[in-house]
């Protein structure tokens, strides 16, 4: 088959620049790829059709003229043959990326039953109330993700509304991509935090992420949660782990309560968050009228605490001296941590000392599984922030007044996009039923000067 498209053409000669060919060019682009939809939707029509009229066999058939028996509704008839009846009065319209389509449909009817209906939307798969069609989804849903939907919209090259992207994403099936089983073998670390996040009149919720640290370093979403408590977090995600891990990734959180005991028996002891410990101090020390100022010496002082860094590398590279300037520093920082200590209590610190007796505890277990096991795990939960800004960025433009279960699913969309795109890819392929039955190229593009149109 040759799809065929004829442009009209003229130019002012010795005036034209590049910049007005690309923008008459881009301006055309939409007009004519929603043209060469609307045409082979027709063609394919033609073609369906006729293969339903007598004198065609069972094999041309195939995959075509499903109907329901005239007045029996769930019972499919087993006749495929057919006579035409006309076009419908009012076009099919379907919004599409580069703008709506509109599809005059032939009407049939049935040799057996009488039944009449159009091949064609069966064929195609079209259902009754499709409004859209997905490639529009996902572009709606990618600039939206992208954060660059609003110019989008400005733009007017996609036509929906804030409730229709709403509604994409409370119609998606997102939540099975990360409710697959859990390979804890997978990750070095599996990172978990929570966030603020504004809702609908002004109120509060808390947005929750679980993430896992693979052994090349990428992040991976394992999940996130709407206001929902870690213990229901916990038990989800253990629904989801099949077999117990060989060696079981490093839980790393920044301190918040409930963690403590997060996923136990199947993570490692949990590390919390180093980079954030200064910071931390300082507020306790605030709670024990310390100003900034007064403060400032025993932050930088456990900054140096745990700063105890692992080399590089492979841990069976490294010489057995190597491997002991780590166990010397370990040692050292432990001592210093206690002389810390004792020094906040003699300056009368309650909060400090308790903050950091608290802190202690899960301070070097990144150590002591590197130690035990040579696998480096990562240490601060800093790649988390960054991943709950840019949620929370998104959130707070697109997802405001939705609710907790849409917010998720939003919140899901942007974190498999972002870091698991072959995903994200595989899911749209998938949904929108792309196999390769359908191919499609330029065979030539000539320009012919001196035709009168
Ligand atoms: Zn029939």
């Not at 007005?20 to 082979?40: F, G, N, S, T, W």
């Not at 790649?383 to 939003?410: P, Y």
Request: charged share 30%; net charge positive; glycine share 8%.
């Amino acid at each position: 088959m040759k799809v065929q498209i004829e442009l009209g053409c003229n130019w002012k000669v010795g005036k034209l620049n590049l910049n007005e060919l690309a923008y008459r060019v881009d301006e055309l682009a939409p007009k004519i790829l929603i043209q060469v939809m609307e045409q082979l939707a027709n063609a394919y029509q033609r073609e369906v059709v006729e293969r339903l009229l007598p004198g065609h066999s069972n094999q041309e058939q195939t995959g075509l003229g499903r109907h329901e028996v005239k007045g029996q509704p769930g019972v499919l008839c087993s006749c495929r043959r057919v006579k035409r009846k006309g076009f419908r009065s009012h076009p099919r319209c379907i919004k599409g990326k580069y703008g709506m389509m509109r599809i005059r449909l032939q009407v049939v009817e049935c040799l057996d039953c009488g039944k009449q209906f159009c091949p064609l939307l069966n064929a195609l798969k079209i259902e009754p109330y499709m409004g859209h069609e997905d490639v529009l989804e996902k572009a709606v849903l990618d600039a939206v993700i992208d954060t660059n939907y609003r110019r989008l919209i400005d733009g007017h090259s996609l036509d929906v509304s804030l409730g229709g992207v709403h509604n994409f994403v409370a119609g998606s099936d997102v939540d099975e991509l990360l409710a697959e089983d859990l390979e804890l073998d997978h990750y070095r670390a599996v990172m978990a935090d929570g966030s603020g996040l504004k809702k609908k009149g002004g109120k509060k919720g808390e947005l929750r992420v679980l993430v896992g640290i693979t052994a090349s370093g990428h992040l991976e979403p394992i999940g996130s949660w709407v206001d929902t408590s870690w213990e229901e977090i916990d038990r989800q995600t253990r629904g989801r782990i099949k077999f117990d891990p060989q060696q079981p990734p490093l839980l790393l959180y920044d301190g918040e309560p409930g963690l403590e005991d997060f996923l136990a028996g199947v993570v490692r002891a949990p590390q919390r968050c180093t980079w954030h410990a200064p910071r931390g101090l300082y507020h306790a020390m605030w709670e024990d009228d310390y100003s900034k100022k007064d403060s400032r010496p025993y932050q930088e002082q456990l900054a140096k605490i745990v700063a105890v860094e692992i080399p590089e590398g492979d841990y069976d590279q490294l010489s057995p001296e190597a491997i002991e300037v780590v166990r010397k520093k370990y040692r050292d920082a432990k001592k210093d941590m206690d002389a810390l200590i004792r020094i906040l209590k003699a300056k009368n610190c309650p909060h400090a000392v308790a903050y950091l007796r608290n802190l202690v505890r899960g301070l070097y277990h990144q150590i002591d599984m590197w130690l035990a096991t040579g696998i480096i795990a990562p240490k601060t939960t800093s790649r988390l922030e960054r991943l709950f800004r840019e949620l929370a960025r998104r959130l707070k433009r697109i997802a405001w007044g939705w609710s907790d279960q849409v917010a998720t699913k939003l919140s899901k969309m942007i974190m498999i996009k972002k870091y698991r795109p072959d995903l994200w890819k595989q899911y749209w392929l998938k949904k929108m039923g792309i196999h390769g039955y359908l191919n499609i190229w330029v065979q030539s593009v000539t320009v012919v000067s001196g035709v009168n149109i």
